[in-house]
C-alpha cells in the first residue's frame, strides 16, 4: 500500500520541492545559479539506492536498507511529492465509525529518516539503461540500485459518475478507499433508516481484496444494532447486496466458504460477476461477462470501490510487464531484464494480495538481496513466498485473520497455538484496530517489523 496519492498531490508536491530545493537542501551554489540564470540546468545527483515511493513499501525498505549499516548520509534517496503518508489497512475503520481519518496520517517527512534524502517531487521517466531516473522537476538523480514502490492509483473517474456522486455531500455515495471519500462512509451508514444498500467490488486487481466486504460487514452490524436490519426477513427495513465483479466472496477457497456461508446466514444478496460501470442517480449499472446485457439496480446507499491500476510513468516505463506493472521475480523480488532494479508492494509484478501485511514479508528479502547484488554477489535468495494477510472485519469486535500465500494456499501465524484462523475472533479484532496501527507506525515504517516474525533488526 504505497503512497496512492504520488499523482493526486503533484500541485501541492511541486510548491513544496520548490520550498525544498531553495530553502533548505540545495547547496548554495545551486542557489547562485539558480538566481543568475533563467534555465536553471542541475546536474545529476548520485545516490546508492534510489527508492521510488514513500509509502509502506518504499519507507519500510529504505529503512531496513539503513539499518544495514553500510549506507552513509544521503546514500539513499527517497522520491514522493506526498506531503502526507497515510495508514491505509485503517481506512476501513473510518469506514466503520472506529477511528478518524486524520488520526492515521502522519507528514512523509517526519517519517523519513534524516540520514535519507527526500525529494518532495513527483518521478517523470525511468531510464533503466542508464542508471537514472528523471524527476518532475526535471532533475535527473543516478543510482546503483534502484527500488520501485509507489503504489498504484485509486482511480474513481473509472466508474461513470462517481466523482460527481462522491463528492456530492447529499448523495449517499461513497468509498473508503481514497481520503477524500473516506469520512463520508461512516455518514451515510448513520443516515439511512431504510432501503436498498450495495457494496461493490470490482473486477480486477485492486488493493486487499477483502476491504470491499469489510466495510459491508460493520455496516450490517451497525444497522442490526440499530434495529433496522433482519437477516433473511421481509420485514428489515434494510435491505443488502454485495455486487462483485469476482465469481466468489473472496480469492483463497478456505476464507472463500466461511465468508459465503456468513453472506448466506445473514440474508446478504450475492450479485457475482456484476462489475459496477456506473452511477446513474440512484441507479447503479454493471457490467456481465459474456456480453450478457448491463444490469440497473436502485439503491439507497452505494459503497463503492473503484478500479485500481498502475500509474502512467509505471506502466509506460521499459520496466513494466503487460499488465503495467514492475516486472520483478516473485521470489526474489529483482526485475526480470534490469539486474539492478527492485520493486515491492502495490506496483510490483508480485501475483499476491496487495497489503501491507505483504510488504512485512517482501521487504526482507528484497533488501538482503539487494544488498547482496549492491556488494558484487550475484547469488540472490528466492525468499518470498507470497505472504500477505487480509484481516478480515465481520462485526463490530471480530475478525477473521485470512493470511496465506502464493497459490491461494493458507499460511496461519496463530496456527502454532490450534487456531484455525477462518472462525473471526476478538483477540484478531484487537490486533487489527490497536495493535498493527501502533506497531505500523512505531516500528514497521522505521525498518524494526517484521510480521508474522515479529521485531527484526
Ligand atoms: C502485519 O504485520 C501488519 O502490519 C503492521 C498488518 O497490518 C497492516 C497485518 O494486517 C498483518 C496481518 C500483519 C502480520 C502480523 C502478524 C502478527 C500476523
Not at 515511493?53 to 534517496?77: E, M, V
Not at 514492475?326 to 539486474?339: E, I, P, Q, S, W
Request: with cysteine; hydrophobic share 40%; glycine share 8%.
Amino acid at each position: 500500500m504505497a503512497s496512492s496519492r504520488l499523482l493526486t498531490t503533484q500541485a501541492v508536491s511541486a510548491a513544496a520541492a520548490a520550498r525544498h530545493s531553495f530553502n533548505k537542501q540545495a547547496p548554495a551554489a545551486y542557489r547562485t545559479f539558480a538566481s543568475v540564470s533563467d534555465v536553471p540546468v542541475s546536474p545529476a545527483r548520485n545516490h546508492k539506492v534510489v527508492v521510488v515511493g514513500g509509502g509502506s513499501a518504499g519507507l519500510t525498505i529504505s529503512h531496513q536498507l539503513l539499518r544495514t549499516g553500510k549506507f552513509s548520509q544521503d546514500d539513499i534517496a527517497i522520491v514522493d511529492p506526498a506531503e502526507f503518508h497515510h495508514y491505509q489497512p485503517g481506512w476501513t475503520l473510518v469506514g466503520g465509525g472506529l477511528k478518524n481519518k486524520d488520526e492515521l496520517k502522519r507528514p512523509l517527512s517526519s517519517l523519513v529518516d534524516p540520514k535519507l534524502k527526500l525529494y518532495p517531487d513527483s518521478l517523470a521517466t525511468f531510464s533503466p539503461q542508464d542508471n537514472s531516473v528523471t524527476l518532475g522537476s526535471g532533475a535527473k538523480l543516478t543510482y546503483e540500485q534502484l527500488v520501485v514502490a509507489p503504489g498504484i492509483k485509486v482511480d474513481l473517474s473509472s466508474i461513470k459518475g462517481l466523482p460527481e456522486a462522491a463528492a456530492n455531500p447529499e448523495s449517499n455515495v461513497s468509498s473508503i478507499y481514497t481520503f477524500e471519500t473516506v469520512d463520508k462512509v461512516f455518514k451515510t451508514i448513520q443516515r439511512l433508516r431504510g432501503g436498498q444498500a450495495i457494496f461493490t467490488q470490482p473486477a480486477g486487481v485492486i488493493k486487499c481484496a477483502g476491504a470491499p466486504q469489510k466495510v459491508m460487514w460493520l455496516a450490517l452490524d451497525h444497522w442490526k444494532r440499530a434495529g433496522l436490519y433482519q437477516a433473511k426477513s421481509e420485514s428489515s427495513a434494510v435491505k443488502i447486496a454485495f455486487a462483485t465483479g469476482l465469481p466468489a466472496m473472496f480469492g483463497v477457497p478456505k476464507y472463500s466458504a466461511a465468508l459465503e456461508a456468513l453472506r448466506q446466514e445473514r440474508g446478504v444478496e450475492g450479485l457475482f460477476t456484476h462489475d459496477l460501470v456506473e452511477v446513474d442517480g440512484n441507479t447503479a449499472v454493471f457490467a456481465r461477462p459474456d456480453g450478457k446485457e448491463q444490469v440497473r439496480r436502485t439503491f439507497d446507499l452505494l459503497h463503492v470501490v473503484p478500479k485500481m491500476g498502475p500509474h502512467a510513468f509505471v506502466k509506460n516505463s521499459p520496466l513494466a510487464n503487460e499488465a503495467g506493472y514492475v516486472d520483478v521475480d516473485d521470489a526474489t523480488l529483482r526485475h526480470k531484464k534490469y539486474g539492478n532494479v527492485w520493486s515491492a508492494g502495490d506496483a510490483s509484478s508480485l501475483p499476491t494480495s496487495k497489503t501491507a501485511a505483504a510488504i512485512t514479508s517482501e521487504a526482507p528479502v528484497l533488501v538482503k538481496n539487494l544488498m547482496r547484488v549492491m556488494e558484487g554477489n550475484e547469488k540472490v535468495e528466492a525468499g518470498y513466498d507470497g505472504y500477505t494477510s487480509c484481516p478480515l472485519l465481520t462485526e463490530y469486535g471480530k475478525v477473521m485473520l485470512a493470511e496465506f500465500k502464493y497459490g491461494g494456499v493458507p499460511k496461519e501465524t496463530f496456527n502454532v497455538i490450534g487456531w484455525d484462523q477462518a472462525t473471526p475472533r476478538r483477540a484478531f479484532y484487537h490486533l487489527k484496530k490497536d495493535f498493527f496501527p501502533w506497531v505500523y507506525y512505531k516500528s514497521m515504517v522505521k525498518g524494526t517489523w517484521g510480521g508474522p516474525n515479529g521485531w527484526i533488526n
